[in-house]
């Protein structure tokens, strides 16, 4: 049976640092494991790849963990209750498939008082859950695509708040993520920012 508080949460770093994510092993990923293998794309060049094969192995185990618990049904007393202003979903991974997502909906409704932003490539199992919000649509969670095309900035699809888009190193098309970090910007992790297309250059 899975125990309260099961689902694993990490301590990031980098840009990423003072923002927790609930992360998933991008190693076991079906969907993550087609996409590294294709070219003009931005996952051949996935840094979670890297990481979890190089100097991030140690974390393997408790992703795979959540990878297991996350892709099955957790029963509503058994969601971690958290206690921050921001959580990332999936720094590391992507939506393994739709209870996955249904998962990270309900914890996201569970705790009102964050704000939970998932960036994901998965837009068919977004839309498939908001064609029928079981559960509702939490307000507290913010969507943003991930596109995968590099130096092919888009719009916001529909059913996303926001998009993020990638341009090749040494680009000098226009960014406004580039450089910075995350808890000092936040532009991702808050609907009213004002800035609703982020682009970052491959590093």
Known sequence: MISKQAVHMSKMSGKLKGIPAINTN???????????????TICPECYSFTML??????????????????SEHIPWDELPVLNFAYVRYS???EIINYQHYLNLVRIALKNPHTTFVLWTKRASIVRQYQARPIHGM???????????????????????????NNVAKGS???????GRKCMECLACYRKDSGTDVIVEMVK
Do not use: M, W
Request: hydrophobic share 30%; with cysteine; net charge positive.
């Open 91 to 93: 720094a590391h991974g």
């Open 26 to 40: 991008t190693l076991t990923n079906p969907f993550c494991i087609r996409q590294h293998q294709k070219t003009g």
């Open 172 to 178: 000098t098309s226009p960014q406004n993520c580039t």
């Open 53 to 70: 094969e190089g100097y991030r192995k140690n974390c393997t185990p408790a992703f795979e963990r959540n990878s297991a618990l996350l």
């Open 138 to 164: 939490p307000t507290n969670l913010i969507l943003i695509f991930s596109n995968p095309r590099i130096d092919k900035v888009i719009d916001v699809p529909r059913g996303f708040h926001k998009v993020f």
